[in-house]
Structures are given as C-alpha cells and as structure tokens.
T-cell receptor
C-alpha cells in the first residue's frame, strides 16, 4: 500500500459512455498526477495538479477531462473514448517543493478497456 | 527532446544471480534520476540519485549515477523470484514536475 488509492481497478466502457476515474491520496501531498501506461510504451504524463491548480497538460485530447477539487482527490472524466485509449491509468502524488516532488507515489491503477 | 533509454528491455535469470540494469538519459536541465519497481500495477519508489558517484543501497539493491557519462545502473545481488518486475527509471524534464520515464526492463527471476 502506497497511500494512494484508485477506483475502479478495472473498467470496460463503450465509445459513447461517460465514466470517471477516481484517485485519493492519504499522504498529505499537494501535487497529483495522471499517467497513461500502454503496452510496451513508457509511462506518459497526462496532467499535473499542484495545490489544486492544473500546471501541466501534455497535449491530452479533450475527451479526457481532469478535476482536482482538493489536494487529496483527483478525477479523470472520460467521454467518447477510442479503443486506442485502452491502457492502465495511474495516479500519483508527491510533495511539492525542492526535490521532494520528484519522489512520486503511485496508486494501483485503473485498467481501462474501451470497446 | 528529453529522453530516457533503458537496457536490456528484458532479462531472464535464475535465483542467486546478480543483475545490472542500465539507464541512460539526455535531459536539458538534469535534476535527479529515479528508479521504480513495478510488479503488477503501482510503480513503487526505489531510489533517487542526484550526485555522481555516490551509491545508494537498500538491501540487495544498489544504484549509482554517472553524471559525466549520463547514465545510471541498478544492481540486484542474490536475486530472488520476488524481484521479478519491471524496473523503471525516470528523470524530471521540462517543468519541475514532469517525469520522463524509460520503457523499463522486464526482469524475470526463475527458481
């Protein structure tokens, strides 16, 4: 257990569905991240939130919409996804400031399949 | 563009063997290099290296950074089946909070 939880752990959705992924961290961190991990590809950073403010958006398509209501919770809202969006979505958190925010703690991920 | 390259991509060894995993990087403004272990889902943090030549050690795992040659190695001695995992290295790139990851090394330790 890393102190970062994600729900659901598995999700199958059709291309016309709308769903949300949830992440919660219990570490008192103030930066949170969404990553995408596809088969045989490096982890790709999608979004970064620092103190609830989005600071990075790595050219992610608008069908992915993040929301960070507070420093402990992070959501990824999904709509009209494509089959190539099927992947493991990982949430991470870290402490901001100095070098601490490079040590990121990851949740178990949500395995998403788009049919 | 910042880049992290890991080798080998996969490795199969027997219990008791010693393995060395490699990570080379090219980043505009180097800050640190991190190693993670990913077994099933969540990558778990192993080491963060900032200074060249100083070995970080945790049990049978150790890692060292060479900032001149732009690489790091992760050593695992007396491997066990529980060491089977994907080992990822990453470095902050671009803005301070972006981590660029390598593709990982899939290590399989056979009994």
């Amino acid at each position: 257990e890393t102190g970062v939880t994600q729900t659901p752990r598995h999700l199958v959705m059709g291309m016309t569905n709308k769903k949300s992924l949830k992440c919660e961290q219990h570490l008192g961190h103030n930066a949170m991240y969404w990553y995408k991990q596809s088969a045989k590809k490096p982890l790709e950073l999608m979004f970064v939130y620092n103190f609830k403010e989005q600071t990075e958006n790595n050219s992610v398509p608008s069908r992915f919409s993040p929301e960070c209501p507070n420093s402990s919770h992070l959501f990824l809202h999904l709509h009209t996804l494509q089959p190539e969006d099927s992947a493991l979505y990982l949430c991470a958190s870290s402490q901001a400031g100095g070098l601490d925010h490079y040590e990121q703690y990851f949740g178990p991920g949500t395995r998403l399949t788009v049919t | 563009e910042d880049k992290v390259v890991q080798s080998p991509l996969s490795l199969v060894v027997h219990e008791g063997d010693t393995v060395t995993l490699n990570c080379s990087y090219e980043v505009t403004n180097f800050r640190s290099l991190l190693w993670y272990k990913q077994e099933k889902k969540a990558p778990t943090f192993l080491f963060m290296l900032t200074s060249s030549g100083i070995e970080k050690k945790s049990g049978r795992l150790s890692s060292i950074l060479d900032k001149k040659e732009l690489f790091s190695i992760l050593n695992i001695t007396a491997t066990q089946t529980g060491d089977s995992a994907v080992y990822l290295c990453a470095t902050p790139s671009g803005s301070a909070r972006q981590l660029t990851f390598g593709s990982g090394t899939q290590l399989t330790v056979l009994p």
